[in-house]
């Protein structure tokens, strides 16, 4: 498992610019609101605290979110802190040691790859007030070798993972001291053993998101699969509508028997094309080897296509519908999910707005993500379930935890997943 993974930690001196300095610190403030108010929640008496980070974020994820200008991910990371910390306290009393309810005051912000990035000579950090970009203050090239930055954070064989941001008050400096994941590291000079194979009853759930469409490829699912064309259904619809005006206007009693027949020979051809679609959108699932395949709520689907012709509905509808019907002989099962905000929604790290859609074209205001829009709303679909599963709203089978199928493989959100009520 990833967490089994040696660790290294480099500290890195940070050159933060001076009119960004105090986005650092309303960071640090707000984070360590975040953890002091979840350690007061969760430590309720000496001999009864909440350990459990889920629970912790299903209770005070929104007020936080009200509380702070915080993104997602800081918010979580904050309420994390603070679970650590009090569980760690709960050890020490079950060992009859003494310790009291966990205060955060040290200068202390916690980032992932989702707030930050890390590059070769800067980092990237979020604040309430968006990035910042901080250079690394390094040691000349040739002087880097024996030093940890360059024998780990250098190095391909190691990865950064995460960062904590520190502040030195006497100095007036900021410093990064990025964690560092080797995963193929070698022991004793044999490779790491594969991790144990969970039971059957810990089995890894994997999930397909699909995201549905009336314009571009009518159904885009999270592992960036591209299925039929909406555009071309459309086109095949209007080329119809238009040949039954035209005989209408005839009125003859040949062309009446014309229309009824091009209409059944249409209903019969989009049935079937949708019938190919929905065996694509199988194929998809079971290449991707899910368990289940994950829409947005029918009466949403409805909804967003009112706009759309009855015969817009008809085939959405239909196609859900078919799915149903055929999987119903399979291992396969289909669910839904709220679909507020997923378009809106970066995948990537969670940030939500408006201007972070433009027609097909997805750009996260905050982190930079770039991606087709449809396949960006097909991975917060299956993300958003995941999280179900994750908080307990949904059981399939008795997941222990929840994965998402990818498109570069899955993605196990147990230990990283960003909470998918993030927009009610
Ligand atoms: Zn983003």
Redo the contacts with the bound molecule.
């Keep these: 498992m990833d967490d089994d993974a040696p660790r290294r930690t480099v500290p890195i001196k940070l050159d933060v610019p001076e009119q960004r300095r105090g986005d650092l610190h309303q960071t640090k403030a707000q984070f360590l609101h975040c953890a002091n108010r979840t350690s007061e929640w969760a430590w309720r008496y000496d001999d009864y605290c909440i350990t459990s980070k889920s629970k912790a974020e299903d209770t005070l994820y929104d007020d936080l979110r009200e509380e702070t200008d915080l993104t997602a991910n800081l918010v979580q990371k904050g309420i994390r802190r603070a679970i650590q910390a009090v569980t760690g306290g709960v050890e020490k009393l079950k060992k009859g040691e003494k310790t009291s309810q966990p205060h955060f005051d040290s200068w202390s912000v916690v980032y992932d790859k989702r707030s930050a990035t890390f590059n070769a000579d800067h980092a990237t950090l979020s604040t309430p007030n968006g990035r910042v970009t901080a250079e690394y203050v390094l040691p000349p090239v040739d002087e880097r070798e024996d030093t940890p930055f360059g024998q780990y954070y250098e190095s391909d064989d190691w990865d950064a993972s995460s960062a904590t941001l520190q502040y030195d008050e006497q100095e007036g400096t900021f410093f990064l001291h990025v964690t560092l994941k080797n995963p193929d590291y070698e022991v004793d000079g044999t490779e790491r053993q594969e991790a144990e194979l969970p039971d059957d009853h810990e089995k890894n759930g994997t999930v397909l998101g699909v995201d549905l469409n009336v314009t571009g490829a009518l159904a885009v699912t999270s592992t960036g699969a591209f299925i039929g064309s909406a555009d071309y259904l459309n086109h095949k619809r209007d080329q119809y509508e238009q040949r039954r005006g035209k005989l209408q206007q005839t009125g003859t009693r040949s062309a009446h028997l014309t229309i009824k027949s091009i209409g059944s020979a249409f209903s019969e051809w989009s049935l079937d094309w949708l019938h190919n679609r929905v065996n694509d959108l199988i194929a998809e699932a079971h290449n991707a080897d899910v368990d289940g395949i994950i829409f947005e709520n029918l009466d949403y689907i409805r909804e967003n296509i009112a706009n759309g012709s009855k015969f817009q509905q008809w085939a959405y509808t239909k196609f859900v519908e078919l799915i149903q019907y055929k999987v119903e002989s399979t291992a396969l099962f289909v669910d839904f999910v709220n679909p507020a905000y997923t378009s809106q929604r970066?995948s990537?790290?969670?940030?939500t707005h408006e201007d972070n859609r433009d027609d097909k074209q997805f750009a996260?205001q905050?982190?930079?993500?770039e991606a087709n829009a449809d396949y960006n709303a097909a991975k917060n679909i299956a993300n958003r379930y995941c999280g179900y599963i994750h908080r307990g709203q949904k059981s399939r089978g008795g997941w222990a935890t929840s994965q998402l199928a990818l498109k570069s493989g899955t993605l196990n959100v147990n230990g990283d997943y960003t909470p998918t009520e993030l927009l009610g």
Excluded: A, E
């Design positions: 970066c990537h790290c969670g940030f996260c905050d982190c930079g993500y």
